[in-house]
């Protein structure tokens, strides 16, 4: 490994740590997790959309041919994992 590697993957791991160890550090409200969780829900359900979703698809659609067309093989990945 290089030395510039193992000092990103040290920095990584420093970070996660603080991460880890901080928390995400906002007030946790009122009420039980299980009532959280409940409004969390219905907020989310009230920002989602039918039409802002099929946005969302047909781009991720888009990207999907483009990349069909540039000849981006699926079984083809880096050493990193990540399909090239």
């Given at each position: 490994m290089t030395?510039?590697?193992r000092q990103a993957i040290g920095v990584g791991v420093a970070l996660v740590a603080l991460m880890a160890a901080g928390g995400?550090?906002?007030d946790q409200g009122e009420g039980s997790p299980a009532e959280r969780?409940?409004?969390y829900a219905k907020g989310l359900q009230a920002?989602?959309?039918l039409d802002g979703?099929?946005?969302h698809l047909?781009?991720?659609q888009e990207i999907?041919?483009?990349r069909l067309v540039?000849?981006?093989a699926p079984w083809r990945r880096s050493r990193f994992g990540i399909n090239l």
């Open positions: 030395n510039g590697r995400c550090g906002r969780a409940a409004q920002k989602v959309t979703t099929m946005a047909q781009k991720l999907a041919e483009r540039l000849g981006a």
